[in-house]
């Protein structure tokens, strides 16, 4: 395995571990969790409908997972524009499979999307969208840090 002192979370092609697909899903679970339940919180205390609500809950999770990763390249040093396209690169995907996942499960669970804030099941399903979701989607970033693409964008910033 080539680990650089230059770049020692570099993962040669087809090699990332579990544990920096962990890490990496973390981080992209962390903002869209963030964004999606002040979405459903929001959509849901105005009583909007269900598609207006999952569109804000939706928006606002690729909002704040995007956020997350602009802030660290930006404290790296990156300019504005180069750290936008490096949280594109680096969220993308991985905040668009957790977004489907978690929502198909919200939109599946009976009940959940007319639950209220104050009942069990809203925030079961969610949470538990979010469970299914993270074990989804940290695969699909193990492979894709594994051919450079994903979070492994960001590595080269650190």
């Known amino acids: 395995m080539d680990h650089t002192p230059h770049h ?3 993962h040669p092609r ?4 579990w544990g920096t697909a962990v890490k990496a899903t973390l981080h992209c679970l962390t903002g869209c969790a963030i964004g999606e339940i002040l979405g459903m919180v929001i959509g849901t205390a105005l009583a909007w409908g269900n598609v207006p609500t999952m569109v804000l ?3 606002l999770a690729f909002v704040f997972g995007y956020s997350f990763t602009l802030f660290a390249v930006l404290r790296a040093g990156l300019g504005l524009k180069a750290a936008i396209k490096v949280a594109l690169a680096a969220d993308t995907v991985s905040i668009a499979v957790m977004e489907l996942v978690d929502n198909a499960i919200i939109a599946l669970t009976p009940g959940a999307m007319e639950a209220q804030l104050t009942d069990g099941l809203f925030w079961s399903a969610l949470l538990g969208g979010f469970a299914v979701a993270f074990l989804i989607t940290t695969p699909v970033n193990k492979w894709m840090i ?3 693409k994903g979070h492994a964008v960001v590595h080269a910033h650190h």
């Open 146 to 148: 594994g051919r450079g």
């Open 14 to 17: 087809g090699t990332a571990s």
């Open 57 to 59: 809950a939706i928006g």
């Open 8 to 10: 020692p979370e570099r």
